[in-house]
Nanobody
Framework: VQLQAFGGGLVQAGGYLRLSCAAC????????VAWFRQAPGKEREFVAG????????YHADSVKGRFTISRDNVKNTVYLQMNALKPEDTAVYYC????????????????WGQGTQVTVSS
């Protein structure tokens, strides 16, 4: 599965961005997908995950209430709506997919997008 993540950019604190993860896979609806992020000098961390059907989602405590993961299986795309952004959200954001229910562990994913930079200025 090829994944392409895009939508990052530079935004002021309190602003918003929407990331997209587009897949070239006709059976994408059978894949669990997650967003991870990695800031300089830090380990990659789980941000949000969504089941293949889109009926189940989970968000890390650090983004709960501010970020929302969703998907459109007709467009083979998963989104991450990020509101009320904070400087500590600055990181490279990656989408990942696996042919199973989503996992919060990065080790459980077989397919990764190239990453998109999100920078939040104070």
């Amino acid at each position: 599965v090829q994944l392409q993540a895009f939508g990052g950019g530079l935004v002021q604190a309190g602003g918003y961005l929407r990331l997209s993860c587009a897949a070239c896979e006709r059976t994408f609806s059978t894949y669990g997908v997650a967003w991870f992020r990695q800031a300089p000098g830090k380990e990659r961390e789980f941000v949000a995950g969504i089941s293949g059907s889109g009926l189940s989602t989970y968000h890390a405590d650090s983004v709960k209430g501010r970020f929302t993961i969703s998907r459109d299986n007709v467009k083979n795309t998963v989104y991450l709506q990020m509101n009320a952004l904070k400087p500590e959200d600055t990181a490279v954001y990656y989408c990942a997919a696996r042919k199973a229910f989503y996992s919060t562990s990065a080790e459980g994913y077989d397919f990764w997008g190239q990453g998109t930079q999100v920078t939040v200025s104070s």
